[in-house]
């Protein structure tokens, strides 16, 4: 997926509730925008960034143009481990 396509997902396809769906748009465009946003993790390539203001996290790679999301998580679950999110 290419980071412009990225900022088209449908809210269909995101598997989240309704209202944080709106939030999910807003997070999307900016890491498309600006893709080293997020804070580095302790997995190789996998960059992480909450979505405000609901305590999700997107985990995401980049590579090239584009952009994968591995995981979207609760931010009071435990940290991801390297090997988790493959």
Known sequence: MTLTEFTSIPRSTTGVLPAQ????????????KYPGLGRATDMAGVRV???????????????????????????RRDVSKPGELV
């Open 21 to 32: 769906s709106c939030a999910y748009p807003a997070a999307s465009q900016l890491l498309a």
């Open 49 to 75: 960034f909450p979505i405000v203001p609901f305590p999700y996290l997107i985990y995401y790679r980049v590579a090239d143009d584009a952009l994968e999301v591995v995981h979207v998580r609760h931010g």
